[in-house]
């Protein structure tokens, strides 16, 4: 398995991807629970620059044969420029304004998803990713990286505070209340 910066050709399997690990999220920003909708909304995204979707800010765990992995991170403080062009890709397609608290803030590189293959899940492809990330961001870079993660999940919670990252706080995104957590250099 590799761990590698994603290319926009890598799109459509992020997308998938990313659609089961956000699919509340994505509903509710385009208003409707419409799965191949959501699919064709977030591989445009993926497959341009300058958004927080965008390929540029995702890496991917690959074997020979398929994406296993995919986590989304960015700079927590160019949330609002970043997601300029999502609001404006739902106003076009859904004719409709995005509605959506702001899930990180400056001084934070922030996972804004990560989603493991349903058939790879449980083989430690998340933790292998999730270790990458902190050495890339918090021990090279001496960068904080951030999450939100849904208090329903305490296996992603365990694992998370497990790896290092502490609570920091509870936030609302798309009506639900999730835990802020960080890991700081």
């Known amino acids: ?20 690990a956000m699919e509340d999220i994505i509903y509710s920003f385009i208003g409707e629970k419409s799965m191949e ?60 304004p995005l509605v959506a608290e702001d899930e990180t803030e400056a001084g934070e590189y922030y996972i804004d998803c990560l989603a493991v293959n349903v058939n790879a899940q449980g083989k430690g492809i ?6 990458f990330l902190i050495n890339e961001y918090v021990i090279t870079q001496k960068k904080t990286l951030g999450l939100l993660v849904d208090n329903d999940n305490p296996r992603a919670r365990n694992l998370y505070l497990k790896l290092g990252f502490q609570f920091i706080k509870h936030k609302s995104l798309a009506g639900k209340t999730l835990a802020h957590l960080q890991i700081k250099p």
């Open 37 to 96: 909708k959501s699919i064709v909304f977030l591989t445009g995204l993926i497959q341009e620059k300058g958004n927080q979707y965008s390929f540029e800010n995702c890496w991917i765990a690959a074997d020979e044969d398929d994406v296993l992995a995919a986590v989304i991170v960015y700079d927590g403080g160019k949330l609002n420029e970043l997601r300029q062009p999502v609001a404006e890709r739902i106003k076009i397609m859904f004719n409709r």
């Open 1 to 20: 398995m590799e761990i590698r910066r994603a290319s926009s050709q890598d799109s459509a399997n992020i997308a998938n991807l990313v659609i089961h």
């Open 126 to 131: 998340g933790s292998e990713i999730l270790n």
